[in-house]
């Protein structure tokens, strides 16, 4: 019987080796934590959704707990301050997108945080694919037509978003500007209120998220005229993508990604780059993506910031004299 404990200890110790070595240990020795990612929304939405599912992968790759945390409000700005707040260990993630690493540069400035320099860059993650749809009843059933009714009257259609500063209405924004026509914005309180308002025509139309629009195409309530992403999707075969159309820079504007606290060890950062392609390389994962109507953006680690960067210009040029807090 001692025999059999003696070496019940050794197995448990070199077991315990292994764990360690491979395993990931946050926090000093006795006092280890969870990896925690930080996500910007309440629980229950897509984004949170797509946080779990990296989490699962990312607990089982790294060897250790990976847990989600909620912290919304303030666009993001909340979520950020707090891993800013942390050690720069790579314990303590950021779910990244368009909005909390450019368009709150907009919205909230002066930005009590600068990404570029703040942040590190762990992965890309995903690009959400946005729809440009039209009433009905305004006629418009490709997007050649809603051009030239914008430049016969400037000013004269109505384009519903999320609000202002948020990626549906920085969509319309870009494409206004490189089709050199001007409707008129009208922001509401979230996606869901803008979709109702284009039903309903009260705006003629709007650039949702696709899985927001989908219920309403399908219902004939709704009219697609061109896909936002890079390249067509199964759901909506027949219509083209801004690139076919010839409108640039538009197929990638619904990011998201992880990143770390700035100065994280390049280990660390390696690891959990590894990680997430891992999870976009995993076929349960690309299957639950495409339910979700989202598209996986496998990638280097520096991925995410030269989006950040190439983004903040891209909004600059097109929306640097729109006063979000004003309108």
Not at 4 to 17: E, R, Y
Not at 86 to 112: E, H, I, R
Request: hydrophobic share 45%; net charge positive; proline share 6%.
């Amino acid at each position: 019987m001692r025999k059999i404990s003696i070496m019940g200890k050794l197995l448990a110790g070199m077991l315990a080796v292994g764990a360690s070595a491979t395993g990931w240990a946050c926090g000093e020795a006795g006092n280890t934590r969870p990896i925690k990612l930080v996500v910007s929304q309440q629980a229950g939405g897509s984004t949170d959704t797509l946080a779990r599912m990296w989490a699962e992968t990312a607990s089982r790759e790294l060897g250790t707990t990976v847990l989600v945390e909620n912290k919304a409000g303030a666009g993001g700005v909340i979520a950020a301050k707090y891993v800013l707040s942390q050690p720069a260990d790579g314990c303590t993630l950021f779910l990244a997108g368009v909005s909390q690493m450019v368009l709150n540069k907009f919205a909230y400035a002066p930005l009590s945080y600068k990404p570029e320099s703040d942040f590190t860059p762990v992965s890309v993650l995903t690009t959400v694919p946005f729809v440009l749809v039209a009433n009905p009843q305004t006629g418009f059933r490709s997007l050649a037509d809603l051009v030239a009714a914008a430049k016969a009257k400037p000013g004269k259609i109505n384009f519903a978003s999320s609000g202002n500063g948020n990626s549906t209405h920085l969509v319309v924004e870009l494409f206004q500007k490189n089709q050199n026509i001007h409707m008129t914005h009208v922001p509401y309180k979230g996606e869901p209120d803008g979709v109702v308002a284009t039903v309903g025509g009260q705006t003629q139309v709007m650039a949702p998220v696709l899985s927001t629009a989908m219920p309403q195409i399908r219902a004939g309530k709704l009219v697609p005229l061109v896909l936002f992403a890079p390249k067509r999707l199964p759901d909506l075969p027949d219509v083209p993508t801004a690139s076919e159309l010839g409108l640039s820079g538009l197929d990638d504007l619904g990011w998201m990604g992880v990143a770390a606290k700035a100065g994280t060890s390049p280990d660390v950062v390696k690891r959990l780059h590894a990680a997430s392609q891992v999870f976009l390389a995993d076929r349960g994962t690309l299957d639950k993506l495409k339910t979700m109507q989202v598209v996986p953006m496998p990638g280097p680690s520096g991925m995410l910031m030269q989006m950040t960067v190439r983004d903040t210009a891209k909004v600059q040029e097109a929306l640097g004299s729109v006063d979000f807090q004003s309108r």
